[in-house]
Every structure is written in C-alpha cells, then in structure tokens.
C-alpha cells in the first residue's frame, strides 16, 4: 500500500468493496428485473429511486431499459468502478471521465431496481456522492501537486457527506420522538421500535437463517429472540447508543484524523452489521464502500494509525486540504466544495418536507417515526410470505401499507407466491389481504395477534409475558401460514400433465395468462445449505461475467461488420445490381437443424423459413421454466428474417413440387414451390408445455403458458416425473431445487438414470437427486399415466397433485407431411422418416431432406440432440450446394460425390457424444466421449453453451463464431484425441505378463475403471495368450503389453494408452500422449519394462489378488451374458482377492459367475487345479 499514491489508496479500496457487492449481487438483479419488467404488475410501470419511484436528484427521470440493457447496463457500472480503481489500469486523464461514466451507468442500472428487495430505497445512495467526489477530485491529475493533500481533501469531503447522512438520520429520530411523546406515546431511545423491527425481521426468520442478503449473520433467529424477550435490558441502551451515534456523528470532523477517521468507520461498520443481524437488512454491502475514504484516509495514515503528526495533522486538516486544493485544481476543487454544500444543505432542508424524494439527497427519515408492537393507537402491519428474503427479490414494503407504488390489493390474488397482510390497529379497521385460504387455524394465530397489540403504550416495558406470547403467536402463524392451501384463481389453471394443445388453446390460458412467474429462483432459496448458496452465488457471479464479455464482443463484431457493410456501400455505391434468380429452398421447422440450413444457404440460395411460431425456443433449457417462467425472454430470440423469407405458420402437406402452408395471421392456405425441401419440423413430446403449440404463435402467448405451468406447480402439493432420461432427471432437478419441500417421486423402467449417457453421468445424478431427498424408483416400468395418476406395469399406482411424463420424443412431424402420393416417403417405429446415408428420403426425386428429430438413419446411434441436429444440417447444407452445382451442369439429383452422415459432418464415422446434464442452476454433468466432469463447472459451461447457441440461432456474430469454432474443436478432438466410445464387434483383449506385479496391478486398475466392463485379460504365458499371439502374427514378447481390438493388435506404449483411453475420465485423457511420436513413447515405455522385475518384483504364487469394486457392489451379469472361454482366464469374473491359504487363493465369487464360467474353468490351462466345494459361491483355485 505504501507505494501506491494516496489516493490510489481510497479508490483501490472503494472500488474492491463496491465491485464486490454489484459483481456478487447482479446476476440475482438481472433475473429478477427480467420478471418485474414483465410481471404486469401496477408498480413495474415506474422506474427511479427510493419509495416513491423519483428522479435521479429530482431532475434526471430514469428510462426504462430492456433485460439485455439494463444487464450491460450494471456490467459496464462494474467495469466503470473497477478500472480507475486499480493503479496503471487507466491512465490518468480517464480516470475522471471513467468516474462521471459509472454515475450514468449507475443511473441506469440502480433506477431499474426500485422496488428490488436488497438494492431499493436508501441503501445506495452514497454511491453518487463518491462518485461525484472522485470524479472532481484533483489527486487524480497525473502529476498532482499535493497528492497527500488532494487525497484528504476528497475524503473530508466524503466524511461530511457520510456524518451529514447520520445526523439527518439522527435527528429524525428525535423529533419524532418528541411528537410521539407529546402525544403519550413512546420514544425512540425506549427500545419498543426497536423491539418492532426485530419482531418484523422474525416473521421471515427461522432457526436456519443464518445470512442475510448473503451477509453472514450467525444464529441471526436466536439473537432476534433474546433481544426481543427483553426490551428494556437489551434494545433500552442500544437505542440510545443508536441514537446518540448518529446525531452526533459530526464531532467526528472536529476530531484529528489519525484518531477518528478508522475508529469511526469500524463503529459504523459495526453498527451497520449489527442492523443486518437483528433486522434483517442489509446496509453494509453497500455503505461500507462509503467508509474506503475512512480506512485509507491520508490523514488518517499520515504517520501511522493513531500517531499524532508532528504538526498535529494540521497540513492533512480539513483547512489546510481545502486550500491546497484550490490551489491545485480551483475549478474542480470549487465545484466539489458546492456539490458538498448542496448535499448537506438538503439533508437539512428535506427534514421540513419528508414528502419530498430527490435521491441520493436526503433527511433519511427512514426508520424515525416510534413503533410499538402493543400500542393500540399505532397502525401495525403484520405480514406472511414464502418469498425468499434474498437478492433479487419483490420488497417487502412494495405491499399495500408504506410506498406510493405497491402491489395492488386485487393484484395479491395472482401472486406466485404465498403472501398474507394483516394491517390493525389505530383508528381504521382490521383489513386483510392474503392469496392463501385463512384456516381457522390461521385464524385464530390472526386473532391473537389482534388481540396481543390493543393493549398499552408501555405493555412491552412493564407486562413481561407480553413479548414471549406475541412471538409464540407468529410461530403459531407462520406455521398455520405453511399449511394454508392456496386460495383457487378466479379461473382453473391449466393442467401440467397431460397438456394437449387443445387445452393450451382454451380460454383457461387467457387466465393463466395473468398469473405471474414463481418467485423461488429470483435469488438462492434460503433452505439450500451454505455451502451450495455459496458455489450458487459464485456460478451465477461467473456466468454473468462471461456473457458481459461475449455481450461486449458481440458488440465489438457488430460495429466491425457495420463499418465494413458501410465502406462497400461508400466504394461500390450506386443502384444495386439486379440479382439472378436463386434456387428456392423452403426449410420447415425453425429451430436447431432448420435455423443451420438457413444460415448456411441463404447467401446463395432463395431460402423461405416456415414455422408455427416468431420465435426459436431453446429447448434444452426450457425445463427451468417451470421454476422460472420469467428467463423465457433469456432462452428465445425472434426468427431471422434479414436475409431469409419467414412465413408464421403451419405446414399443412408437401408434394414432390410445392409445400402448402397455412398462414398464421390470416389463415389462408400458400403454396411455395422449391427446388429443394428441408424438414426440420422436430417431434413431438409426451410433457406438452416443453415444446410449444401451435395456438403459441408470439411470445406473450408462450409466457402465459409457461406462467400458467409454473403457477400450477407451486400449487401442487406432491409431484411425480415420469421418465430417467435426460428430460425427467433435469425436470426433476429444477423442481427439488426450486421446491426443497415439495415431496417428488422419479420413475424409470431401466437400472439406470440416463441410460443413453456414460453411466458415470447417471450415478453422478442419482447422488444428486437422492441427496436432495427425490424418490428415485428403478425398474419401474408405466402403462399409463393420467392427470394426477401413474399406473405401473406392476398394478400399482402412484397418485400425486401434478404429473409430468418425459419418456422421450414422440412421432415425428415430417412423418404427416409425407404420406401421400408422390412425396410419401417410409418411417420407423417411432414415426420417424427413413433417409438414406446422404440425409435424404424417398420422395421428392432426392430433392427432400430430413433433419433433426424428424429422420431415422439406420446406420447411425446419435442421440437426439441439438448439437446433432446441427451436423445433420451441415450435411444437408453440402448436398443441397452439391446438387445445385451439378443441376447447373446438365446432372439433376445426381448423387455421386455427395456428403454422408455423419462424415461429411466431422469428419469421422462416429459424431462426438455430447451432453451435459444441468443438476439445478449450480450443478451439472458434463459429457464428452466418455470424459465426464461433474459440479460447477459443468453449470457454467452449460450456461455459456445455451447462451452462445440462442445467439447463434439469432444470427449475431459472437455466437455464430463461437460455434464455427466450437464444432471444428470438438470435431478435431473427437478424431484425434478423445473418439467417441464404442461398443466393439470383438470385446478388447489384453495380453500381459503373469508373473509382473507392476503388470498385474495395471490390470487390476482397469478392471476397476473399465466401466462399459468391455476388457479382457490373458495372460501373455498362458495358452489363450499364445493361441492369440499367433492368431495376430506376433511373437512371444514378455517386455510388452499386447492389446488385440476391433482396429487390429498394438503393443507397447500404444497398447497401453488405447487400454487407458477405455478407462473413463480423467484418466482416458492421457490418450492425447498418442500424438507423440510413436518411437519416443516406446522408449519410455521399454525402459520402465526393463526394470519393471526389478523395481517391483515377480509374482511367486502366494499374492493374492484383491476384490474389485464391481465385486463388493455384487454383480447383475447373468449366465447368458457370459463371453467366450478364454475371458475366463482374462478373470473378468472381477473377482479376486479374500484370503490365502498356503500356496491357494481363495476367491470368493458370485453363484451366477460360477454356473457361467465352471465349464469354462475345466478347459483352462492357466489353472493348476480348481475344485469347487459344497458352496456354490466360494472356489478354491491354485494359482499357476
């Protein structure tokens, strides 16, 4: 620090304590303005600060942002504070600019907030003085005169500011006080108001908060409790210490600085913290960015903390510094001595109007007015909820009792979340507001409630039963509160499960449409553990910071092509040239497939986009609706249309010249020729909401879908998934993280979850699922599943409130198109259209392809996926151009030279298997060719794919190039160093030294981590392993490993790093040393053969082999599943190891590997001797 500048000082300490609290608090921010902009609640109409939505210094009226601006928007604020706050980052002519920029940035992002729970209201508004003051500051010129002296100078002035803000506060309090007495009520300095807003901060608290806002506030419950039990010996002194501090929070400028200024701040942010422990609200994230002008005071610093100067701190004092720095910089130093006399002017002149908002000045009048909670002449508010009290979040004092803008009373009913509002006392009458049904449980807490505050000014001083009775009545309440079921809609929602378009197109969406989104994933539900709010907050926190740099490079591309766009008109300028005419290419379907073609052909061809809808939905991502409906905005874009045709509408059939289409918006009936057709038109989907119908045609109608399925879930009070897949192990996922409470039950008929997925990914999820306590049932095969019921194959049948079945796509949607005449065209089983190895299908004299969901291709095993949707249209994006090449040379559909699938799309017979598994919003399960990494990691990366994949299907720069890249990557990695898994024609066998330990123990690491159980093992000695050896034409070679598989026999270091590549991650990932030339590795590989007896000895016949984890976890291998004789010998049985007996091991086995392998056992050469006992599970086997 001592080499810094002084001010390089307060403004790194500024900007580390203000860049933290934004960094940590935006992403909650974005998602939740993303709800209020479109929640169509009264107070979403307004933007600004403070209560009463006003301007910025009652001058400057607040815009209103989108999503996507007001997220930069808090980004570029971030980077505006970060950036002339670290020393060399900038130089020093920006560094004021960079100042003035972040107070337009802070305007824009914080006035969007004004009704956000952490962030509303007062908690900010030092931020606009500081930066004023920084900005006018003269320690910021490059060479200043008095750099010690300009420092202090801008920290006086800021200290003024801060202790103005106290007094106002202070001396609120007072004369308020003094009205309430004169009127025989209570002071504030006797500890009822604070008792009342601790008793308050209880009606969200429980014995599990222990945090507020994600300020660590330990046993916050229990602390509240004991201050509120006792008023008098508690909250008494510490109201009037209260009190006292901030009225007299000035005479901390009268006193030198190297005694005042850390001291001070240090008790205020004491003071701050105490306010967040036992009220519930958080003052510190924000104010203690106020106090780096405190803590690296100059002044302060001079000669050491509490070392008087040797002038008394005179040339630092508050005269001197402002003489120095109008000496120095008097225009700068002027206009800050006048923002500062204006500042505390106001903070004076507003105490005579309390009406008056014109943020960030004000006589913080918050707080000032004496409570009571037994006072029957004060109105009381007494309010329940099961909003989270978190970042990102409604305010809680945005309900119909305090601000000018509240959630109006008939809106209460439509709310997602469970709230009541209870206002009595005082002159006007009981009135409640609650979209829960009031029990008479309920009732009767309400009532006791009632009852507990029409009593006497002083009841909670000199009646000591009181506050124990009034806090055993909340409890009461908020318990009868949990157990309220919801008060039914004025119309009935829209079923979840089963959801046919028809009723989507009911007037009972029109309804749901008015329901708001759930609430729960605003911010981190408070009934997480610490540990998964934290790595939540930390996910969030590196997600957003990634898509403000892809925003920002996005930008970057755009300004780039524009200026390029702008230079071609300026030189080749003039009337453009008439185009000839294209070939006509109709795509139908736009998503994943259809939206590649198009953006692969539309420069050269005449391509029209035909869809259902305006929209491209994300579909991988669209589970989290259900929890969030508000990201709907976040995982859409509007179909292109610069440089294609868009019909909305549905295509009705197809014939081998024209596709007839039904228009959206006025419902006639279109024919579109084309020289080439692309059906892209997906399938369809048991869970109705996950794909949308075709009465979804705009956005608003989908968001009242999702709206609806959301509302309908929070309802429910018990849930069950249907299906293990993909699908239902996210859904599930969602639901448990967003509804902790809410008992859930998942089915599947396998053995396994994700059954088409490494079966590490499946475990990894089980643990996931189970840890959360979701009922996971195997082998639970369904016959039918209705609304609110499953029947099994069993006969059982499970019952729950709201059903969801994700037991994968149903029939394709070309299917119906080609049916008839000369476009009909053959299907599988599921529906599905049969296309050929060049993606085409029968009809339509190959001039129709078939993409995505939609086709079958026998010869290929991809799973049904966005990604591989995307290499179909490659293909097809090839063969359309190759086709129309050649139609211009005289050959119409000639098929030579055409791309087939799936090497014309990467290159390889088999595409990279790709997936990743989102385990709620902080967790996830990424896989890629058998390497699997699970954890945060994998959330953020699927977080950033989902991003950069809707900005690609939205045409914009940075998401079309990260995918070109991103593709070619994955490609290159996929042939070279990480193939695909396979299941071989021929199981992989490995021959090896029976006698080398080091061998041995190599075998036994494999057999632990060969998961598809595929390996084989024989000893090199033995007569299998000789027979093998000459069946490859190899020679008897002790010094090597030997591995016969489907692509031929390998030894040495190429053998063992083929077996290594079987093996799972992370240890398959040391395949990548294959790209090492071939006799290097051998090198290595022969010397450690060399001495490998030497190092690690020979096996003499009295080891024993240890038992594998497949052993102790027991096996599922049948008789039927056996292999040939000699894998005997490879002792796949996986059983080794119990105990030694002599020169015999005995190996205790399974009885079903027994029945399989006892004949196999008789013919074994590698066996002295083998006897088996009375036990058909326990062998005796003398080793060779």
Known sequence: IMQLSPIDNVTLAFGAILGLAVARTLPSCVSYYAWFKSSGLDLANYRGYGHGACRLFGIIPAPFLSVRAMAVSGVAFLALIIAPAAPGLLPAPWRAPAYLAALAFYHLYFSQLYCEAHIGAHVTVLIPPALILLALSPALDESPGAPAEAAAFTCWLMKIILTSAYCGAGVCKITHSLRSLARGGSSWCTGSTLQAFIFEAMFLSTPRTHSSFGVPTPFSYTLQKLHLLYPRTLLMPASFVAVAFETFAPLMLLAPAHIASVPFALVGLKFHYGIALLQNIDFVSWWAAAYAFLLADPAAWSSGLLVCPVDGGAALGLAATVSAALETAPLRASLALAYVSIHVA???????????????????????????VFDRRLRKHFWLTHKPHATGTLKNYAFPFTRPHTVLPEEIAKLPFNYLLLSHGGSEKPELHSNVEVTPELQAALDKIQSLGNQEPDTFATDSSAAPAILLALEQAKAAFDAAPRVAPEAPLVAATPLTEAALASDDTDSAARELPSTTAWAVPSELPLGERLRLCLVRSVISAAIALFSAVDLIFVGVFAARDAARRAIFGGPARAEACKPAVVVVGGSFAGLRVQRDLSADFDVTLIDPKEYFEYTPGVLRLFTQPHKLLALTAQLPRKHNRLIVGEATSVSSEVVSVRDAATGETVELPYDYLVL???????CATVKPAMAETTLEARQATWNAASTTLVAAKSVVVVGGGLVGVELAAEIVEAHPRKP???????????????????RASLAWLVQRGVTVRFHAAVDDVDTGAVRLASGEVL??????????????????????????A??????????????????????IFVAGDAMSLPSSDDLKLGHTAELNADVVADNIRHLCHAAKGGAQGVATGLATYPFGAVGASKTPRVSCVSLGEGYGVLSFNGLVIDGALAAVVKALLEWTKIAACAERPVGVAFWKFGDAAANWISRTILSPPTKPAVRPLVLYDGVCLLCSTFVQFVLDNDEEEIIDFAPLQSEVGLKALKQAGLEADLSTMVLIDEAGAHVRSTAALRVLSRCGAPFSLLYALILLPRPLRDLGYSCVAAVRYRLFGKDDGGSCRRMTKAMRGGSSTSASQAPPCFKLEALRGRTRDARCDGQKASLKMPGQFVRAWEAVLLHTSAVREVQLRSSPSLWNVAPY
Not at 745 to 760: A, Q
Not at 810 to 819: F, I, S, V
């Open 346 to 372: 106001a903070t004076v002149l507003l105490r005579f109007f309390p009406d008056v908002e014109i943020l960030p000045l004000s006589s913080f009048p918050m707080f000032g007015t004496p409570q009571n």
């Open 680 to 686: 892209a038109c997906g399938a369809g989907y048991p």
């Open 744 to 762: 859930l039950t998942l089915l599947t008929g396998g053995d396994v979850l994700c059954g088409t997925l490494p079966r590490s990914v499946g």
């Open 799 to 824: 019952c729950a409130d709201i059903v969801y079945d994700c037991r994968g796509n149903g029939p394709g949607r070309a299917a119906t198109l080609l049916k008839d005449g000369a476009a009909s």
């Open 826 to 847: 053959a299907t599988d089983a599921k529906g599905r259209v049969l296309v050929d190895e060049t993606l085409r299908c029968a009809a339509g004299s190959g001039r």
